[in-house]
């Protein structure tokens, strides 16, 4: 069957008991990079030498079939470099080709970066939703910050520390600059930090730069007062945040139950 392995995300002493034991017994080995897993077997003092096979995300649907068809006869071990594989890392490409093949699939837990910066953020974690990496672009990132306006979850996001000031100051333009963040930096690591603030406060600290493997966790969109004056600002934010004017007035409208026409009208006048 496939076997998705979960590794430790920065502390070694998270690789889990079934973990040690499947990587010393495993005789094929798909890995998001072949290097760190001969990496994390050597500082795990495992001898065994299994075929290691890339699986990343250049050749994820050629390789499916492949590994589909050895887990057939045998057990393949599936590990991306940290964390769970399929979770913003190789893997679910292989998992959906190998249900529609009916190859088993099943799984050693471990660490996952996003229920770490879940747990520790103080933000609620009865309802989350896991965004995975902010887009590269500004626009497509404050327009997918712009279609989670209205998220009443708490969300979780990966990012690059070369974008985090410019990603933290997106939310602060679309979810409103008191909007309260979180940053997660090196969880597990010996250099862990943990940043809470709003958006306004987190953007001017990454502005100096930060290093690392970074998660940014940020409280879902409180429950709006349907007045037409916080609905306009509302709107305008939405359009700051790269909506059209039009489409701000129609979403907004729809989660406040405002009128659609006076915000529209509201937010045209405050334009001047």
Not at 83 to 91: A, C, E, I, Q, R
Not at 165 to 178: R, W
């Amino acid at each position: 069957m496939i076997i998705l392995g979960g590794t430790p995300i920065g502390n070694l002493g998270d690789a889990s008991a079934r973990l040690v034991e499947a990587l010393r017994t495993a005789e094929v080995i798909a890995a998001e990079d072949t290097r760190v897993t001969q990496r994390l077997m050597s500082a795990l003092h495992i001898e065994n030498r299994p075929r290691l096979i890339p699986l990343h995300d250049h050749n994820e649907r050629v390789k499916a079939a492949e590994l589909v068809e050895l887990a057939r006869d045998a057990d393949v071990l599936v590990l991306s470099d940290a964390g769970m594989p399929t979770v913003s890392d190789p893997g679910y490409h292989l998992v959906d080709a190998a249900v529609a093949a009916g190859v088993g699939v099943t799984v050693i837990p471990g660490p996952s970066a996003v229920l770490a910066a879940l747990a520790v953020s103080g933000l609620p974690t009865d309802r989350f939703s896991f965004e995975g990496f902010t887009p590269r672009k500004g626009g497509d990132r404050r327009s997918t910050f712009t279609a989670l306006v209205d998220e009443r979850r708490t969300m979780v996001f990966f990012e690059s520390p070369n974008r985090l000031a410019a990603s933290l100051s997106d939310m602060a333009a679309v979810f409103g600059p008191e909007r309260t963040v979180v940053v997660c930096r090196e969880l597990t690591k010996f250099y862990e930090e943990v940043r809470r603030g709003t958006a306004t406060e987190l953007a001017e600290w990454a502005a100096e730069g930060v290093k690392g493997e970074i998660c940014i966790v940020v409280a879902g969109a409180p429950e709006r007062v349907a007045d037409l004056g916080s609905g306009v600002d509302e709107v305008l934010a939405r359009v700051a945040g790269g909506a059209r004017l039009k489409e701000a007035a129609a979403s907004v409208a729809e989660s406040t139950g405002l009128g659609k026409r006076d915000l529209y009208e509201g937010a045209l006048a405050r334009r001047g």
